[in-house]
């Protein structure tokens, strides 16, 4: 401590925020929207249902539910302008950086977004817009990355059957759509919908906290989220998955190597920094790719070398002393796989889920008049020093 400074880097203790969007109990793994637990949710609801309810704050009737796809399908289609610079990507760019850049650009075109005083109409087309745009978005990039011609938004389609659709259908043949993969889609867009004041969430909350608009504090998000650490870790956990498969699948090696202090190297997916129990998003995925990998009648190594790997880390001492346990991201990468999604695209699907959290805690922070947020510090650096003439130096 300094005075009245008390230094806690990365917030590991410090309250941000007073928040009535997500309730998260670690020591217990409880995860709940609104009051609703993530397991009914995934269960019974849809994804726009839970969108709804995280930023409106109730559950929707059927009417209002309607009435938002109605919305959003109004709001589908990206202005023809903004190819002019997502053709300027290379085709391979990662995917989280074309989608930063792409969401802040919308500001450019919607000019009612910048407003920092938005009546309660404008904000909310600013919402909707957001909404309905980001899976024509994510659709196009995945496109891109196969030098593929992009699809146009279906609006006799819902939420999430227009985004598979637009995503994987070609000029040559419809996407057929299987409602166990669409089911399975819409529960993991949910399970990844909120989670209270994590580092992206955090960090979108910081940026409107200056009065920025909603684009941009979402790409802020975006970019946040992009880190191996946070939802960048959903891409890494298959890629060790895959590498550990290439080296036989000696899961007690990689076990051994994630201890070691000297290596650099960690389990993806393991750990959490307020779990420390089992993630409950993690255990509904585990589950449901038991379930889904079936019902497609797909046998994925990956998936038997991740379950190896979380029975031999849930035995290990250093794993158990830490209460390292494995996190939302560990299986989600083989659901997203099964799907026909390449691992480059798994955070952009993170954020494709997160996007309904994001703007509901945006706009509790911008109702509660938050203030700027601005830390303060402990210098630690050089005391008073003379200049010194550059020709002395
Ligand atoms: C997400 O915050 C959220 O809610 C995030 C998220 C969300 O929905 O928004 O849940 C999504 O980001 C999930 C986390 C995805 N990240 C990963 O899977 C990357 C691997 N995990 C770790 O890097 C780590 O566990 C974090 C980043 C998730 C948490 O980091 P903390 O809380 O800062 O914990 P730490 O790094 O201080 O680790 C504590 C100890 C350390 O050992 P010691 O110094 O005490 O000896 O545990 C060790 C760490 O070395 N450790 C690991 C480990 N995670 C922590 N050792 C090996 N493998 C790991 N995965």
Redesign the pocket.
Known sequence: QSGYITLDS?FKNTGATKSAITFLDGEKGILKYRGYSIEDLAEKASFLEVAYLLIYGELPTKAQVENFQNQINKHTLVHEDMKKFFDGFPSKSHPMGQLSSLVCSLSAFYPESLNPNQSKEEQELTIIKLLAKMTTIVSWIYKKSLGHPVNYPQNRLDYVTNFMSMTFSYTTEEYEVDPVVIDAMNKLLIL?AD?EQ???TSTVRIVGSSDCNLYASISAGISALWG????G?NQAVIEMLEKIKEDGGDVEKWVAK??DKNDPF?????????YKNFDPRAKIIKKACDDVLAKMGINDPVLDIAKKLEAVALNDPYFVE?K?YP???FYSGILYRAFGFPTEMFTVLFALGRLPGWIAQWKEMKENREPIGRPRQIYVGEKDREYIPLENR
């Open positions: 990365g990844h989670h994590n580092c992206s191996p650490l946070h939802g870790a994630a201890k960690r389990l993806m997916g393991f750990g959490h920094r307020v830490r390292l996190n939302v991201d």
